[in-house]
């Protein structure tokens, strides 16, 4: 079976700060890998995904994730954090693109 | 835009009572999806339809049921409600075979 930590549960950035959000997860072959956010009051929404390919993937609203598989991690950066960016960040692992472990959350507070 | 819709986004039960949380999504989409997302634990899969009639349990599908008569409607049922089944459910959607899935806003359910 699949796991996924995210080791920070909350992390604070000052507006303009570089953001990197761990996720290590535990999966035997190469796991379909996804980053979501939560905006307070908002559903989750699809940030970036990872199935195969260029281990560098691209996503909305600025951010990238890096695949490393040595390492087993899936890590989410954004070069240049905005106020609008404080939200919670789930990172999801899954043998398939449906049936996902999600981690515990790693929650992001912008200070001007 | 895919929107995916949930009949309530608070509410109170009591221990014992049977309690019905309903999913619309207007996209045509095949597949709908429940999650129940709790502090520290991230989001936990409770149950998966991949077509009408058509359901698959996820990791925590004890005290749950689920029925999907139409394509665009998904209820998760709780038999008989029970406090550790206070939680926020989320449900979701995807068209079959695309990855992105779809996330309503969440019912905040509190059984007392």
């Known amino acids: 079976a699949q796991s996924v930590t995210q080791p920070d549960i909350h992390i604070t950035v000052s507006e303009g700060a570089s953001l990197e959000l761990r996720c290590n997860y535990s999966?035997?072959?190469?796991?379909?890998l996804f980053w979501y956010v939560q905006s307070p009051g908002q559903g989750l929404q699809l940030l970036l995904k990872y199935f195969s390919g260029d281990t560098l993937v691209q996503g909305i609203k600025g951010f990238e994730a890096e695949f490393k598989r040595s390492q087993s991690s899936f890590n989410l950066r954004k070069p240049s954090v905005h106020w609008s960016d404080a939200a919670e960040y789930f990172c999801a692992v899954g043998p398939n693109d449906y049936k996902l472990s999600f981690g515990a959350g790693t929650t992001v507070t912008v200070r001007a | 835009d895919v929107k995916v819709t949930q009949s309530s986004r608070y509410l109170v039960k009591r221990t014992g009572e049977k309690v019905f949380l309903e999913c619309v999504q207007d996209m045509d989409h095949e597949n709908m999806f429940w999650y129940r997302q709790d502090p520290g634990l991230g989001l936990r899969l409770i149950y998966f339809?991949?077509?009408?009639?058509?359901?698959e349990k996820g990791d925590i599908p004890e005290g749950y049921s689920v029925s999907r008569e139409k394509k665009e409607r998904f209820s998760l049922i709780l038999e008989s409600a029970s406090t550790n089944q206070t939680s926020m459910y989320l449900c979701?959607?995807?068209?079959?075979?695309?990855?992105?899935?779809?996330f309503g806003p969440g019912t905040r359910l509190l059984v007392l």
């Open positions: 339809s991949y077509d009408v009639k058509m359901k």
């Open positions: 979701a959607s995807r068209l079959a075979g695309v990855e992105t899935q779809y």
């Open positions: 999966y035997g072959a190469t796991p379909y």
